[in-house]
């Protein structure tokens, strides 16, 4: 089956700490990994895309399809990086792009 | 570059009725697709419409349906109501079926 899995419902981490949000996945095609991110009171955003293979806001996520993951990780957390993340996938290159998504990890980050 | 805007923003329905939401995509986005996010959940696959053709469709029973007209803007209509469709429905654009999708801010509906 198609999955994604985010086990954090919540983490909570002081400014300055590193962040590691973990998502695994279950995929039998070529998949495409994103992150996508929800401010308060702002719409699902896209954060960073496996193929562009950016820093975004200093986040970053490397592919590890041995063990079917893509965690997003960040050296030093920020206030402003509080926020619902979620993370999803494709079938990369396909006709049509459903994504399928994670339920989210909720981020706060404490002063 | 204008975003994707849906309308209405919030919406308050009894079981039974019948809803349209709507969508308007990205300037220069052919590809849109719909999604049902319900509280606590990431948000679930509904269908995409590419240059007015059905492209793909999630697990939805057929009274979701939907329209792509000739500018790109969508349509989802539910029929018959029920209480579980109570969520936030996602609208995202995008210039191919697999490419970076936008999202829109969502329609709440509400059943009651």
């Known amino acids: 089956a198609q999955r994604v899995t985010q086990p954090e419902k919540l983490l909570s981490v002081f400014k300055g700490a590193p962040v590691e949000l973990k998502c695994n996945y279950s995929y039998s095609g070529s998949p495409e990994l994103f992150w996508y991110v929800q401010y308060s009171r702002q719409r699902l955003q896209l954060l960073l895309r496996?193929?562009s293979r950016e820093s975004i806001k200093g986040f970053t996520a490397d592919l590890n399809k041995g063990e079917t993951s893509f965690h997003l990780k960040k050296p030093f957390a920020q206030e402003e990086d509080s926020a619902m993340y979620y993370c999803a996938l494709t079938n990369y290159g396909g006709s049509q792009g459903n994504l399928i998504f994670g339920k989210g990890t909720k981020l706060s980050v404490k002063p | 570059e204008t975003g994707v805007t849906q309308s209405p923003t919030h919406l308050i329905k009894t079981r039974g009725q019948q809803v349209t939401l709507r969508c308007s995509s990205q300037?220069?986005?052919?590809?849109v697709s719909w999604y049902q996010q319900a509280l606590g959940q990431g948000p679930q696959f509904i269908f995409q419409y590419y240059r007015e053709e059905e492209n793909g469709r999630g697990n939805f029973p057929p009274r979701f349906s939907g329209l792509q007209f000739p500018n790109y803007s969508s349509e989802l209509n539910v029929n018959a109501l029920e209480l579980d469709d109570s969520a936030l429905y996602l609208c995202a654009s995008s210039d191919a079926g697999w490419d970076t999708q936008y999202f829109g801010p969502g329609t709440r509906l509400t059943v009651l």
């Open positions: 300037s220069g986005h052919n590809t």
């Open positions: 496996h193929i």
